[in-house]
């Protein structure tokens, strides 16, 4: 059984930084990509970023191009989200996700396993 366990959310003010955790297992986490999305209240779930499985590729939306970087850790079983310059607009709850495949991939349904998500709160 794939469980995804997301940490590292909390409070920050704009232009702060949050680095996201997420800890797999349940398979083999180096065969498989990994994803982050966001939910914000009474808004649709929000592709952010994807990593293949070996790490060599990634692909951003573009509302967070340039100021998040995704990254994984093969050796602890960890994929990351490192937020920089961070704003009110970020406020939501960041879930990670694992898809079937070893590449990248943007779309949630093609995700079929996700964590139970942690909450960032970007205070102005």
């Known amino acids: 059984q794939v469980q995804l366990v997301e940490s590292g959310g909390g409070l920050v003010q704009t232009g702060g930084s949050l680095r996201l955790s997420c800890a797999a297992s349940?398979?083999?986490?180096?065969?498989?990509?990994m994803g982050w999305f966001r939910q914000a209240p009474k808004r649709e779930r929000e592709f952010l970023a994807t990593i293949s499985a070996g790490g060599g590729t990634t692909f951003y939306s573009d509302s967070v191009k340039g100021r998040f970087t995704i990254s994984r850790d093969n050796a602890k079983n960890t994929v990351y989200l490192q937020m920089n310059s961070l704003k009110p607009e970020d406020t939501a709850v960041y879930y990670c996700?694992?898809?079937?495949?070893?590449?990248?991939?943007?779309?949630?349904?093609?995700?079929?396993?996700w964590g139970q998500g942690t909450q960032v709160t970007v205070s102005s």
């Open positions: 349940g398979r083999t986490f180096s065969f498989y990509g």
């Open positions: 996700a694992s898809h079937d495949g070893a590449g990248t991939r943007s779309l949630e349904i093609q995700y079929p396993y």
